[in-house]
């Protein structure tokens, strides 16, 4: 088993940071995919970002790609979600993912992940 807690979400304006963060415990950190999904009201969740095992493999959804930076720290055991330009359409609830088996491009599909946080609220004002 493993469990995620987020942290980090918040209300800020447009074009402002955040910084998400998940901790993760109960497996080696290292040896599961971690990502973000998001998921706005009266929408369906979407994938966000994953980062690899090691931390040298990155994938976005398109509409983050230069805005959002995924990172990893094997060490402490958290992942990162740094998040920049921040739009109002990026309101949504925030939650990370963990996989045992699946690669970055698997885990973007969500569909069977097989660990997930319990989200944090990210609300950017216009």
């Known amino acids: 088993q493993v469990q995620l807690v987020e942290s980090g979400g918040g209300l800020v304006q447009a074009g402002g940071s955040l910084r998400l963060s998940c901790a993760a415990s109960?497996?080696?950190?290292?040896?599961?995919?971690m990502g973000w999904f998001r998921q706005a009201p009266g929408k369906e969740r979407e994938f966000v970002a994953a980062?690899?095992?090691?931390?040298?493999?990155?994938f976005y959804a398109d509409f983050v790609k230069g805005r959002f930076t995924i990172s990893r720290d094997n060490a402490k055991n958290t992942v990162y979600l740094q998040m920049n330009s921040l739009k109002p359409e990026d309101t949504a609830v925030y939650y990370c993912?963990?996989?045992?088996?699946?690669?970055?491009?698997?885990?973007?599909?969500?569909?069977?992940?097989?660990?997930w946080g319990q989200g944090t609220q990210v609300t950017v004002s216009s």
């Open positions: 980062v690899s095992r090691s931390g040298s493999s990155t």
């Open positions: 993912a963990a996989d045992k088996t699946r690669g970055t491009a698997g885990l973007s599909r969500g569909s069977a992940i097989d660990y």
């Open positions: 109960g497996r080696t950190f290292s040896d599961i995919t």
